[in-house]
């Protein structure tokens, strides 16, 4: 992919020498800030035009910079936990020409590809991964005997997360050497939150303790009789006074060899320490401190609203067309009509409690916080906890609701069974960025909540289709006793806003939008526009498809579905979900067991396959899930049903 034009400009100087880590290292040292300097100009310019992590992405140039200098991450393993600090990371390991293509359509991901480099060791995009991933890739390497570091990199925020805390605790029995870098920026995409983070002020305020009392025990040795005395002494001494005045004791405690906190912006001084270190036996920590959004004003004014940012893209530009062309329709978001609604309810109802896991400005939940601080709570990157604790509130009489990105609740799906489903709690699960998301690619994908919720005993799942259903269904599913999923995409509301989906919500009724005899679209949630603007394309055919508006996956609507399996020649099921297990899947097997043999199902949704990054619509037209791709499996359909029943006639023919 040859570069895009307007990187020319940007790459000049150092960087345009620097093809891969090798070029790195023969730089001095004293050009490193000048390097990082250059590299900052070049993501800040990309992520302007491509949108992307910004604040994330500048505070680590510093130190990907010292980790690339000191080590051979072609043989050695590095593994960025979450990933989306790996810009500098890309741009040094070969990636530079085409950084342009970041988070497009066929182009660069915004996270760590093991398909795109063999630098990167780890497909990664959640929280609290990576220690998990480097220790393991320790103890397979030591058990083949290769020779070769493995270094993983975990923000402040992530090493709260309960799986980080586990590795933690085995690597230090374990004893591997294994070298964990913290980046201590005190913040996750919000500021981190916690005992943990209360912790970690504690200890930027201490001296770099590691070096120190290394420092102190060579020159203690070297005093005949008393040194090694001494030293023992001074040992037992850190352990009372530790907890209180030793940074670093817990991880020491835990069985890591503790160095820090020292800048993570002083690129020969973080060189010097990595030297030092590597070569250390035994689990290590280096704890370094970056500022978010570093070198640039607005971003570490504003780290929270610089953590990601969208694209800016020139209206004349080839981006610019496909913008308009598969862009999103203008208007309110999902997310900002839950926000709106679940806030109009609180102040009505002071059982309304609200959760979430570092994210209260993605799921809208911050002005929640502002108004109802003493029934909001951000558990940070914790989201078992945070359903724990749903359950808990629950239990005690509440009304929880708990607002999670699709991607990031599948972490929580033994909470969701043993903490709600089992007790019978009344949680409201408002399930953001669900179905396809966008620029943030595979690991991000909303796309199998359906599956891993359906199966519970006791669960009620929905999905509205524009701005005045999701108001209703919210209202609906905090009135209603269950644990209830409500699912809505990373999206603007259709413009025409209740419209269509006339009346109240009943448990388990769907509704009919569109009469016709030539067969049916099932659609659910967000789709629902999309299937109406294929039954008018159909329409003009001279096909009459009726459409209907499932609103439920659980329960179905089951004197709906009789309806049509009498009246109709075949069921077309659509959804922004994985075909396998989801809503389709749940209509075949109810047609199925009450219906066989009477009507076909057709499931169209998202493919059984990972999908990587590009814009939302994009994606959906390529799946064949915008309205001309579902005209098309409609009129196959049809053709189908004909060649199988040859008395059946069409709408035009009848």
């Not at 023969?26 to 310019?45: C, F, M, N, W």
Request: aromatic share 8%; hydrophobic share 40%; net charge neutral.
């Amino acid at each position: 992919m040859p570069m895009c034009p307007f990187l020319a400009n940007v790459m000049t100087g150092l960087l345009d020498k620097i093809n891969s880590p090798e070029d790195l290292k023969k730089l001095p040292l004293d050009d490193l800030p000048q390097l990082a300097g250059e590299i900052r100009r070049l993501i800040t310019h990309t992520v302007e035009r491509n949108g992307g992590h910004l604040g994330s992405n500048l505070g680590t140039i510093d130190l990907t910079v010292a980790l690339h200098y000191v080590f051979d991450f072609a043989k050695d393993r590095l593994v960025w936990d979450v990933g989306h600090q790996c810009y500098a990371h890309k741009i040094l390991t070969g990636r530079k020409e085409i950084f342009g293509s970041l988070r497009q359509y066929h182009g660069l991901c915004g996270f760590p590809d093991r398909k795109e480099s063999v630098y990167d060791a780890f497909n990664s995009g959640h929280a609290g991964t990576s220690i998990s991933t480097a220790l393991g890739l320790v103890c397979g390497d030591a058990h083949r005997n290769r020779d070769r570091y493995a270094v993983a990199v975990i923000g402040d925020g992530a090493i709260a997360a309960g799986m980080a805390f586990e590795a933690l605790n085995h690597g230090g029995a374990l004893n591997k050497n294994l070298l964990v870098i913290l980046n201590d920026n005190k913040m996750s995409i919000s500021p981190s939150v916690g005992a943990m983070a209360n912790y970690f002020n504690r200890i930027r305020q201490s001296r770099l303790f590691g070096q120190a009392r290394k420092e102190t025990k060579i020159i203690l040795d070297k005093i005949p009789l008393i040194g090694g005395k001494m030293h023992k002494a001074l040992h037992s001494l850190k352990e009372i006074v530790a907890k209180g005045l030793v940074p670093g004791y817990l991880f020491e405690e835990l069985g890591f060899q503790y160095f820090g906190p020292m800048s993570g912006h002083k690129i020969k001084d973080m060189i010097e320490i990595l030297d030092g270190i590597k070569d250390r036996e035994g689990p290590k920590l280096l704890h370094v401190m970056t500022q978010k959004g570093r070198g640039h004003g607005p971003a570490v004014r504003d780290p929270e609203n610089y953590h990601s940012r969208k694209a800016s893209v020139p209206v004349g530009t080839e981006l610019g067309k496909i913008t308009r062309e598969f862009g999103q329709l203008e208007g309110k978001s999902f997310t900002a009509v839950f926000s709106e609604t679940l806030m109009e309810l609180a102040r009505h109802d002071d059982r309304i409690f609200a959760i979430t896991a570092a994210m209260p400005n993605g799921t809208g939940l911050d002005g929640f916080a502002e108004e109802f601080p003493e029934r909001y709570f951000n558990v940070g990157i914790c989201e078992q906890h945070g359903l724990g604790l749903a359950g808990g509130l629950s239990i005690s009489g509440m009304k929880p609701v708990v607002a999670l990105y699709s991607t990031f609740l599948q972490r929580g799906y033994d909470q969701i069974f043993h903490d709600l489903c089992l007790q019978d709690a009344d949680v409201t699960l408002a399930i953001d960025r669900a179905g396809i998301v966008g620029g943030d690619g595979v690991t991000h994908q909303g796309m199998f909540d359906i599956a891993y919720l359906r199966h519970l005993p006791g669960t009620i799942l929905m999905a509205a289709c524009d701005a005045g259903e999701m108001a209703k269904m919210l209202r609906f599913a905090v009135e209603t006793h269950g644990v209830i999923a409500l699912r809505y995409p990373r999206a603007a509301c259709p413009h025409s806003t209740g419209e269509k989906c006339m009346g109240p919500i009943e448990l388990g009724k769907a509704v009919v939008l569109q009469e016709g005899d030539d067969g049916a679209i099932l659609a659910y949630g967000p789709m629902v526009y999309s299937a109406l603007q294929a039954a008018e394309l159909l329409k003009k055919e001279g096909i009459n498809a009726a459409v209907v508006n499932a609103r439920f996956a659980k329960p179905l609507d089951e004197n709906m579905l009789a309806d049509l399996v009498e009246k109709q020649p075949f069921i077309l099921t659509l959804e922004d979900h994985v075909i396998t297990g989801g809503f389709g899947s749940a209509v075949l097997e109810h047609v199925s067991d009450r219906h066989p043999l009477k009507t076909a199902v057709v499931r169209l949704g998202i493919p059984e396959r990972f999908i990587e990054h590009g814009a939302r619509s994009r994606i959906l037209k390529d799946l064949g899930l915008n309205a001309r791709g579902i005209r098309d499996k409609f009129k196959a359909a049809l053709a189908a049903a004909r060649q199988n029943h040859p008395t059946y006639k069409t709408g035009r023919e009848k």
